[in-house]
């Protein structure tokens, strides 16, 4: 045996002999390692392969026993000293992936024997042989006293060792006793991006009851973007890899374009992955702190530092993304979780990265426009591409949760006023001047100042885009058409003559919409006139009126969601369908007073039924509380019911129940409001 081993032996001999109650303690220890890195020893001799600088990693069944090399440095007598005690690693964080000196302990759940071939070593790892030489231990570890490879397995293997040892690799572990159906089982289903994030494995080949090949090559590179192919024996994959000096982030490639993964495949690499999911739609990596077993995330200072670097690498990210309108890389770095919401769960990865998100990165965005839930995205965007300011391209607004993730950086929604003092040098679509117009004039019957509304040219007189002052001063007309876009749009004929009258413009009142409301005289004032069929006086009274608005978008073949969508946005709501953002409600917008509302649809077979909210829709009615509604929705062959309760939490008697824990109510009034199914 090599002088150096046999002082290392020595040593650790007379240790064990001065204190084999110390050594029993080592071999308790092991057992715990072992018991914590259980289906982990594949990840962990990949890992020591890859700190060695190998590019190859090779594992093959031969008879009873199990090989695992790779070619990378052989074995030095610091790196069996590393081996045989425990924790005393010789590598130094941030240069390698390992660095506790306790992963190869994972070989003892499956091995008998370990055998290390690599230099000039050959040795041999046994219990047996250690129990020969400390009788008076009650335990033995098997990684702890190094002994000189047996003769008779050296004869056996020795074919096997040189055809190895021919093709390149310097390294050989092999294991006897081994384990067969775990082994086959954690040595042959490896998630395929183990290789992703390695400093240089570049190649596995692995020979068990299935043979498993995987490679990893970098098809372009342009500064701290890569782009490489993970190829395996099932699939080939693509991804795009960005990276900075302490963290990267990849995005799977699907057809040439940037593909979400799903939440259970977003998996957190520490260069290899744990069992922790990010919350969004691409895989990251960074040197986290975790517990022994890799597993999972610890939190501590390290870690923040690292989740810290990924916030503004996801920041740098967003911004080259949108500035590029790449609808699947913006769509890939959307939440699987509602930023708003983050406080109330559990400590993880998504909340300390939604914290520092906001900390780090609120201002990079703040002069960017979004644009309101009223106004079609392609206008808008020309809009603010006319007046050069930042926003969302129509490409990219439908992106679901983009625009939650904005405001939640800063970024604000541009208001009426804004829009029209920037429309007159924008050439936009004929719809669009109808929503300005139309959403303007809602504006104005709720008594809110327009400022700019009566002298901007959107509206349509003689074929001609002119403002409604000059219409009204040239004594002309709105053209047919138009109305009919702004009527569309959700306002009606009544509702523009009365915001006519308001603003004074009598005699355009007079030559066109005399006959679609009373006269001022008969009334106290404009309000009083519109009281019958006012759209703000109906939700005023919707939770306790059987009145009967009108609708002719609810159709029998609709679901419940899709008629009260339709229905309540024909009166005087302005909603969107955001179900599957996972949000904790189904519709949200702005109600018919103009102020945000979040409505959860609940549908019921009969009045009275029972009905249930999951704990995220019961947290996030905790948080909007006045603004977040329940529309308990009956619908029928003939009609469709919708009863709305607001700030349900308040208003309701919930009871949880131990459904995966979710809120039931069983009381309450049913007031609804009926409309016709056609």
């Not at 190869?104 to 041999?124: D, N, P, Q, R, Y």
């Not at 005399?514 to 004032?525: A, H, L, M």
């Not at 459904?659 to 007031?671: A, I, L, M, P, T």
Request: net charge negative.
């Amino acid at each position: 045996m090599n002088v150096s081993i046999n002082e290392l032996r020595d040593s650790l001999i007379r240790e064990a002999k001065s204190s084999p109650m110390l050594l029993s303690d080592l071999a308790g220890l092991e057992a715990y390692v072992s018991e914590s890195y259980n289906s982990r020893s594949f990840i962990e001799l990949l890992q020591n392969a890859d700190d060695a600088g190998s590019t190859r990693f090779y594992v093959k069944r031969y008879g009873n026993y199990l090989f695992v090399a790779n070619d990378g440095r052989p074995f030095n007598i610091m790196d069996l000293e590393s081996l045989c005690r425990s924790a005393s690693s010789n590598k130094a964080r941030g240069t390698s992936i390992g660095y506790r000196g306790i992963g190869f302990k994972s070989v003892v759940s499956f091995a008998k024997e370990v055998h290390l071939i690599s230099g000039e070593f050959e040795i041999t790892f046994s219990k047996e042989l250690t129990k020969t030489i400390i009788d008076k231990a009650n335990k033995v570890p098997l990684i702890r006293i190094p002994h000189e490879l047996q003769q008779n397995v050296k004869q056996e293997l020795d074919t096997e060792i040189s055809k190895i040892q021919k093709d390149g690799y310097n390294t050989i572990f092999i294991f006897s006793g081994v384990t067969a159906n775990q082994i086959d089982e954690e040595y042959t289903s490896f998630a395929y991006t183990t290789l992703m994030f390695l400093n240089n494995v570049r190649n596995i080949k692995i020979s068990l009851n299935k043979e498993v090949n995987a490679s990893i090559n970098v098809l372009e590179q342009n500064g701290s973007k890569k782009k490489i192919r993970i190829a395996t024996n099932e699939k080939i994959t693509e991804w795009l890899v960005c990276s900075n000096d302490s963290c990267s982030i990849a995005f799977a490639i699907k057809n040439g374009k940037i593909n979400r993964l799903a939440r259970e495949e977003a998996v957190i690499h520490a260069f290899l992955p744990t069992d922790d999911c990010c919350g969004l739609g691409f895989i990251v990596n960074g040197d986290f702190s975790t517990d022994p077993s890799r597993r999972h995330l610890i939190f501590d200072e390290t870690t923040k530092k690292v989740i810290t670097d990924i916030t503004k690498l996801y920041c740098k990210i967003l911004q080259q993304g949108l500035q590029e309108d790449n609808e699947g890389l913006l769509n890939a770095m959307m939440p699987y979780f509602d930023v708003k919401l983050i406080q109330l769960m559990k400590q993880s990865f998504e909340r300390e990265f939604a914290n520092l998100l906001k900390t780090n990165c609120s201002t990079l965005f703040s002069k960017f426009r979004l644009s309101p839930s009223w106004f079609n995205a392609s206008d808008f965007h020309i809009i603010m591409s006319s007046a050069a300011k930042p926003c969302i391209s129509p490409e990219c607004a439908e992106v679901i949760y983009l625009d939650g993730m904005l405001k939640f950086l800063g970024s604000k929604t541009c208001d009426i006023d804004t829009i029209l003092s920037l429309v007159n040098s924008a050439d936009i679509s004929l719809n669009g001047c109808a929503q300005l117009a139309a959403y303007s004039m809602k504006q104005i019957l709720m008594n809110h100042k327009v400022s700019a509304f009566t002298k901007t040219p959107i509206f349509v007189s003689g074929s001609e885009l002119r403002s409604i002052n000059d219409i009204n001063d040239n004594e002309n007309e709105i053209d047919d058409c138009f109305l009919q876009l702004m009527i569309d749009n959700g306002i009606s004929n009544k509702d523009i003559g009365i915001c006519l009258k308001k603003l004074g413009m009598n005699d355009l009142f007079d030559l066109q919409f005399n006959e679609e409301i009373p006269d001022e005289s008969d009334t106290d004032d404009c309000d009083s006139a519109r009281s019958s069929s006012s759209i703000r006086d109906w939700f005023k009274a919707s939770s306790s009126s059987s009145s009967v608005p009108t609708s002719s978008s609810v159709q029998k073949w609709r679901s419940a969601e899709e008629n009260t969508l339709a229905a309540l946005n024909e009166n005087g709501f302005n909603l969107s369908d955001v179900s599957m953002q996972n949000v904790g409600y189904d519709l949200s917008g702005i109600d018919p007073n103009g102020n945000k509302i979040y409505i959860e649809v609940k549908s019921i077979d009969y009045a009275g039924q029972k009905f249930r909210m999951t704990n995220n829709e019961f947290a996030a009615a905790q948080y909007n509380q006045d603004n977040y509604y329940i529309a308990i929705v009956h619908q029928t062959k003939e009609a469709l019911e919708i009863s709305l309760v607001k700030n349900p939490i308040r208003n309701l008697n919930m009871n949880r129940q131990c459904v995966q824990w979710v809120w039931e109510c069983s009381g309450y009034e049913y007031n609804p409001m009926k409309f016709e199914l056609k």
